[in-house]
């Protein structure tokens, strides 16, 4: 990976803590790093660690206790519900474990919901969606309702819907842990493809060390401490 | 548009759901439909009243009578246009359960203050000449299947004996709102047999209608009527043909109120069906609000797929509710007929059935959109896999 790019997401002494009953429990502490544009980040950890908490920070769809994130040069922490909400159309792309379509939407019509947000007339819409579901090789899928798809189809329709609007960021949870192998490895081909070739910045949490090898670089969370960075073996 | 079409997939997810919420919501809006239409009907005597007619009666009570000499001492005040005197005969055709309003008018000035009575010029004119003639109302006739010129006995209850009129008009309603269920009769004809089998309770008029020359000044016209018999044997009193309607549905009250209240439980009843559908609906998509927020919609974007399955389910209900009104209301109407002469569903109460809908859906929908749009995206996913 090359160092002089400048950092697409900035980390600086983020922390989190999660009230249970009248006990605080602290997930997050004194985070700090860096992630370059077009970095495929690998965050591993025991269950609990923090690595969801830390994606869900990094996405906008949670709020820290204390700390700056700053994304695109945006610090994020200081913006409204609404200001988030826009942000995030536009900037980020979520993969899910579980894929999360929407069942009653066909897979053209899922990966239009994002574009839903944007200025884009009805024809452009449908030209974007073509584009992304030919991306990730569901072309003769188009019309196909979840149900009607397999496990690694709904992801790749998930994919589609995270890469549509071109956003900034592609956050992924564990995009591999509810597939088979053969499922799973096509995926992570898919999403080293959109790293590789359409320079996307990947942040991916994951359980699975060989899905973390196919990032340039893992970071260790352990009991909310990151505490380990390795380049990933390639 | 594309929401729409979500909303409407989302509406049918469910489909066994959804088809007996909307099936409870039909029903519900056939009851609420059918029991203001028994408002109406109770209320239609009221709403057929003329603002340019009074009636004077009695001021003791309606079953005491006044002497006829009075017409004349009316028509003699300020105001009044024309007087008819007129007597609810009460009589009972072959059976009590035959029941209808039969009247002894003076058939001249009744038409012609009466003019929502439709009559053909040539019936008219046969009932003027024949003093034993009768007319019926077209429902009135169709129900016992009488034709011009058919003889027709009534028993009477209050004039004891039989009595023998000739059917010489049929007529209509000048609109929806007129009884087309009464039979009026010759005045004289009441009048002369009294005079022969009883005497005293001849030369008397159970009412007087009186016709109005400005409607403005039926208060000043009812307040001079009555001050010319002050301190009499038999004072009136005088009102309008609206209140006079009123002070006999005033003794029904307490039932219209209990009606009214009923149909709105109805109401109650079905908001809570439908709540609690939208609330178990919610709760089993708060995975998917939590995406959609996380891809960037927003709380409107939410509130418009809530409410708007929630309303489009009332609709649908009420739609059908609505359309199943009139057939179930034509059938009622012609079971009950001698009850509610006036079975019509009225613009009002389609309103109110529509109104309803769209209250029940927005009530139903407030508290699912409110905890839609509170969750956190991160607690909301966390309920998915």
Redesign the interface.
Same mark, same amino acid.
């Given at each position: 990976m090359e160092n002089h790019r400048p950092p697409i997401v900035e980390i600086r002494n983020l922390s989190k803590s999660y009230r249970r009953g009248s006990q605080v429990v602290p997930v997050l502490e004194d985070i700090s790093f860096d992630i370059r544009e077009g970095e495929f980040l690998a965050l591993m950890g025991p269950s609990g660690s923090g690595k969801s908490t830390l994606l869900n920070l990094i996405a906008g769809i949670d709020q820290a206790d204390s700390g700056s994130i700053k994304v695109g040069g945006i610090e994020i922490t200081t913006l409204s519900e609404t200001e988030l909400a826009h942000w995030r159309a536009f900037n980020i792309g979520f993969i899910f474990q579980f894929y999360n379509l929407i069942p009653v939407l066909t897979a053209v019509e899922n990966v239009e919901l994002p574009l839903l947000l944007t200025s884009l007339s009805k024809r452009e819409r449908r030209e974007h969606v073509e584009v992304a579901l030919r991306v990730v090789g569901l072309a003769d899928r188009m019309d196909y309702y979840p149900g009607q798809l397999s496990g690694g189809q709904q992801q790749r329709v998930a994919i589609a819907r995270a890469v549509v609007t071109d956003p900034t960021l592609l956050v992924a949870d564990e995009p591999t842990g509810d597939l088979d192998r053969v499922s799973a490895k096509e995926i992570l081909d898919l999403m080293g493809r959109l790293n590789n070739e359409s320079g996307k910045t990947i942040i991916m949490v994951t359980h699975d060390p060989r899905a973390a090898e196919r990032a340039h670089l893992i970071k260790h969370l352990d009991k909310g401490v990151l505490n380990v960075s390795d380049p990933a073996p390639h | 548009m !594309? @929401?729409i079409r @979500?909303l409407i997939?989302?509406a049918f997810?469910h489909k066994l759901r959804t088809a007996l919420t909307v099936l409870g919501m039909t029903i519900a809006i056939l009851a609420f439909g059918l029991l203001r239409t028994v408002i109406s009907a109770w209320y239609a005597g009221v709403e057929a009243s003329s603002a340019n007619r009074l009636i004077t009666r009695n001021a003791v009570s309606l079953v005491f009578f006044l002497p006829i000499s009075y017409k004349d001492k009316i028509r003699q005040v300020e105001g009044v246009e024309g007087v008819s005197a007129a007597n609810w005969f009460g009589g009972i055709y072959i059976e009590e359960k035959n029941f209808f309003a039969n009247f002894a008018v003076e058939p001249q000035s009744y038409l012609d203050l009466v003019p929502e009575f439709v009559l053909p010029p040539d019936q008219k004119e046969a009932f003027l000449r024949d003093r034993k003639g009768a007319v019926a109302g077209r429902k009135l006739a169709e129900k016992y299947g009488w034709k011009i010129s058919d003889p027709i006995t009534l028993k009477g209850t209050i004039f004891p004996g039989n009595w023998d009129f000739t059917l010489q008009g049929i007529y209509t309603g000048r609109d929806k709102t007129v009884d087309e269920s009464q039979f009026i009769f010759h005045w004289d004809y009441l009048n002369e047999t009294v005079k022969k089998v009883l005497p005293r309770r001849a030369d008397q008029a159970g009412f007087f209608i009186v016709g109005l020359k400005n409607p403005h000044l039926a208060a000043e016209v009812s307040t001079a009527i009555d001050a010319q018999f002050k301190n009499s044997l038999a004072e009136t009193l005088t009102e309008t043909e609206k209140a006079f309607q009123l002070s006999f549905i005033s003794m029904t009250e307490a039932i219209v109120i209990v009606i009214r209240l009923v149909s709105f439980i109805i109401i109650v009843i079905i908001m809570a069906v439908v709540a609690n559908t939208m609330a178990m609906t919610a709760r089993e998509r708060i *995975?998917?609000y939590a995406? @959609?927020?996380? @891809? *960037? !919609? *927003?709380a409107p974007y939410l509130a418009v797929l809530i409410f708007g399955e929630s309303l489009f389910i009332t609709s649908l209900g009420a739609a059908l509710g609505i359309a199943a009104t009139f057939p179930a209301a034509r059938a009622f109407g012609n079971a009950l007929g001698q009850f509610f002469p006036v079975f019509n569903v009225a613009p009002g109460t389609v309103y109110l059935d529509i109104a309803a809908s769209l209250v029940v859906g927005t009530v139903a929908a407030v508290v699912p959109t409110v905890r839609a749009v509170r969750i956190?995206?991160?607690d909301g996913?966390r309920r998915?896999?």
């Open positions: - | !594309f @929401l @979500l997939k989302n997810r *995975g998917e995406i @959609l927020k996380a @891809l *960037g !919609f *927003g956190r995206i991160a996913l998915i896999g």
